[in-house]
Nanobody, 122 residues
Framework: QLQASGGGLVQAGGSLRLSCAAS????????MGWFRQAPGKEREIVAS????????YYSDSLKGRFTISRDNAKKTVYLQMNNLEPEDTAVYYC?????????????????WGQGTLVTVSS
């Protein structure tokens, strides 16, 4: 089970930190990802991280503004979002796959959180 939190309303240029708490017994065995879905658009990958946290992937469109990290002791993955733009407005989902190897396709993930809404005003 995945529980995402941290979304909200923020002005352009602001920051938010999303969290995703997992209930998996061996959390470090799971690669994690953050996806987002804007109204009328398909779900897209934002970032992914391996089970150990040593390797990460980011969508090219983020321009280095977001950072994914994880704390395996707390069974939590984070998404630090800086310099937010109105185009970042979306529902953000965390996802887990039953392997420590990360992936970029939503179909490669096995478990999904409920989503948290991020709204960036101009």
């Amino acid at each position: 089970q995945l529980q995402a939190s941290g979304g909200g309303l923020v002005q352009a240029g602001g920051s938010l930190r999303l969290s995703c708490a997992a209930s998996a017994r061996l959390f470090s065995n799971y690669a994690m990802g953050w996806f987002r879905q804007a109204p009328g658009k398909e779900r897209e990958i934002v970032a992914s991280i391996t089970g150990s946290g040593r390797v990460t992937y980011y969508s090219d469109s983020l321009k280095g503004r977001f950072t994914i990290s994880r704390d395996n002791a707390k069974k939590t993955v984070y998404l630090q979002m800086n310099n937010l733009e109105p185009e970042d407005t979306a529902v953000y989902y965390c996802a887990a796959r039953t392997t420590y190897l990360m992936a970029t396709m939503s179909t490669e993930y096995d478990y999904w959180g409920q989503g948290t809404l991020v709204t960036v005003s101009s």
